[in-house]
């Protein structure tokens, strides 16, 4: 059974930096995608950063240049390096899965099979 656990949210003001964590426990294929999505109150969910087996990473043009998606595979873990944080960065954060090979990772969330449970950010002007 794959599990997908967030952890790092909090409160920071605008400017400060989070890191999230995602671990990942029960998959074991050498293809994936996994990716950070954002869903704030009242909003649909959205892309933020996603990298594939081979470490190929995309962005939001939201979060570029402010985020970094990265892996220690070692951990199974994925990271979300949060700086230079906006108000508009506030919402909840998931970490998803998607089994498969793909050059680019998608940024459909319909795409991804596993979500973990959700970490809050909130950033006060």
């Known amino acids: 059974q794959v599990q997908l656990v967030e952890s790092g949210g909090g409160s920071v003001q605008s400017g400060g930096s989070l890191r999230l964590s995602c671990a990942a426990f029960?998959?074991?294929?050498?293809?994936?995608?996994m990716g950070w999505f954002r869903q704030a109150p009242g909003k649909e969910r959205e892309v933020v950063a996603r990298?594939?087996?081979?470490?190929?990473?995309n962005y939001a043009d939201s979060v570029k240049g402010r985020f970094t998606i990265s892996q220690d595979n070692a951990k199974n873990t994925l990271y979300l390096q949060m700086n230079s944080l906006k108000p508009e960065d506030t919402a909840m954060y998931y970490c998803?899965?998607?089994?498969?090979?793909?050059?680019?990772?998608?940024?459909?969330?319909?795409?991804?099979?596993?979500w973990g449970q959700g970490t809050q950010v909130t950033v006060s002007s």
């Open positions: 998803a899965l998607n089994f498969g090979f793909w050059f680019l990772c998608p940024g459909a969330s319909n795409l991804y099979n596993y």
């Open positions: 990298m594939n087996s081979d470490g190929r990473t």
């Open positions: 029960g998959y074991t294929g050498s293809n994936y995608c």
